[in-house]
């Protein structure tokens, strides 16, 4: 495992040279076998894991940082956040050449805490890591979590809460908001500097020199991993609840998994975080908002074009405006490969998918449960079942049923295949990890390490599968996620 510090090759208004807060008796909760080893971390104690990744030990002799970043928040800018209660202790190569950050998240304090205390509460950093190793199960791109360490000292928040350190595994760190920030600084060096910085580590097949052929590469790209990442949330119901575009990696990883929630019943308005009092980042406005996003990019680099500025924003209007068209095409192929249909003429059958939406909407159908019903009755069970279903239901799967009949031949994979690849059996659901996130607060972490391992395999059913796939009695009625600061 090499380790590197490349972060700090950009100008050093970009980040501050700070060390962790030591906390007062650090003790290992969680760690992360499988990821450390994915990422050929070498052996530690426990004593070591819990030293190091509480912030009290540095890492092979690295100098931590805190960076800086702008980011539109809820609509409104704020042109200094950063890490205000975080640190990037390292950055590690993989033998195959790959980059990652190791970041500590309730570190301590910064320049940019803007009177935080720099802290995390233990029940954040576990739904770090319940979600982000959720998210890495359903195959969606997303950052890691490495470990969760307790401090042995208490935050305050709605009340004394214990305190934690998380450690998150990420690509990078770069968000648009960091494009933000440095664009901010009115100094170009420093924006074309990131830009550089950005492509090497994340697109290095852009090759191009000139300004403008370099900037619209970068932002189809990272337009296209957005995309991705954003039909595998709608894919699976996951709602992220706070999408600023600090929240927003070049990378296009999911990050910051305070406010987020997952999708019960189907509605496209669902929305969960206690912040998002406007349902600005329901689950059916995580795409504008993407997209909105983008052009916040866009903007950031406009300086770039220096006096031909107004010819770039030519160039650039046309490839977010495409976003929509893109996401659109990338969605409803998404959701045909639910319904097991795997073409790339989805124009036929958009109406198919809008029906079954509609449906489950009025008849406040669960969105996971809907699709494994699905996949069962195609793989020749819960005929009964769907005898007692809805005529409205019965009769869309009676014209479901004949679609298949008309595009089976001419598939590769079988429908069944199709549909067991992309509906997972279990997601997780928003009772359960209220659930055991009370009962690690308590000092129980009994049943944290079974909910993981059956989330990191959610498209096979195993033994304790079952444990874990029911609805809400309540159907998350009133249910509100916080963000944890």
């Known amino acids: 495992m090499k380790y590197t510090q490349t972060y700090q090759s950009l100008n050093a208004v970009m980040y501050q040279t700070v060390a962790?807060?030591?906390v007062n008796h650090p003790s290992l909760l969680?760690?992360?076998?499988?990821l450390a080893n994915q990422l050929g971390l070498r052996r530690f104690s426990d004593d070591e894991k819990a030293a190091i990744f509480s912030g009290n030990q540095l890492l092979d002799e690295q100098q931590p940082i805190a960076l800086a970043y702008s980011g539109h928040q809820f609509g409104g800018f704020n042109p200094q956040l950063g890490d205000g209660r975080a640190h990037l202790i390292a950055e590690i190569e993989s033998e195959d050449g790959a980059s990652f950050d190791v970041h500590l998240k309730g570190s301590g304090q910064t320049k940019y805490s803007r009177r935080g205390d720099g802290r995390c509460?233990?029940?954040?950093?576990?739904?770090?890591?319940?979600?982000?190793?959720a998210m890495a199960g359903l195959g969606i791109p997303t950052t890691r979590t490495l470990a969760v360490v307790a401090t042995g000292e208490t935050v305050w928040r709605t009340g004394a809460e214990p305190g934690a350190v998380v450690t998150r595994i990420a690509k990078s760190h770069l968000r648009i908001g960091t494009f933000q920030y440095a664009a901010q600084q009115g100094d170009l060096s420093v924006l074309e500097a990131l830009l550089d910085y950005a492509i090497a580590r994340h697109y290095p097949e852009i090759t191009a020199k000139d300004t403008s052929t370099k900037v619209t590469a970068f932002i189809r790209a990272v337009m296209q991993k957005q995309i991705e990442t954003l039909t595998g949330w709608m894919r699976v119901g996951f709602i992220h609840g706070v999408m600023n575009t600090d929240n927003a990696t070049i990378s296009g990883e999911t990050i910051d998994f305070g406010p987020c929630a997952m999708m019960g019943a189907y509605h496209p308005e669902t929305v969960y975080?206690?912040?998002?009092?406007?349902?600005?980042?329901?689950?059916s406005?995580?795409?504008p908002i993407t997209q909105w996003n983008l052009a916040r990019l866009a903007e950031s680099l406009l300086p770039l074009y220096?006096?031909?500025?107004?010819?770039?924003?030519?160039e650039l209007e046309p490839l977010i405006v495409q976003f929509k068209a893109d996401f659109e095409y990338a969605f409803y192929h998404m959701m045909l490969r639910k319904l097991g249909i795997e073409t790339e003429d989805i124009e036929q059958y958009e109406k198919l998918v809008d029906d079954l939406l509609a449906l489950m909407q009025v008849e406040k159908r669960d969105y996971t449960q809907t699709f494994v019903f699905l996949g069962a009755l195609l793989g020749g069970s819960d005929d009964v079942a769907l005898s007692e279903q809805s005529d409205a239901f019965q009769t869309w799967v009676q014209a479901w049923r004949d679609v298949l009949s008309q595009v089976e031949e001419k598939q590769s994979v079988s429908p069944v295949t199709v549909m067991a690849q992309v509906n997972p059996l279990v997601i997780p659901?928003?009772?359960?990890?209220?659930r055991i996130l009370s009962a690690c607060e308590q000092g129980d972490l009994s049943e944290l390490h079974a909910f993981v391992a059956v989330l990191s395999r959610p498209y096979e059913m195993q033994d304790a599968t079952i444990n874990y796939q029911d609805s809400p009695v309540d159907g998350d009625k009133d249910y509100q996620t916080f963000c944890g600061t």
């Open 273 to 283: 975080s206690s912040i998002d009092t406007e349902g600005r980042y329901c689950f």
């Open 306 to 314: 220096g006096d031909a500025q107004e010819q770039g924003l030519k």
């Open 30 to 34: 969680c760690w992360n076998t499988a």
């Open 20 to 22: 962790p807060t030591p």
């Open 285 to 287: 406005n995580q795409a």
């Open 121 to 133: 509460a233990l029940k954040p950093a576990i739904r770090e890591f319940i979600m982000s190793e």
């Open 429 to 434: 659901r928003n009772h359960h990890v209220e």
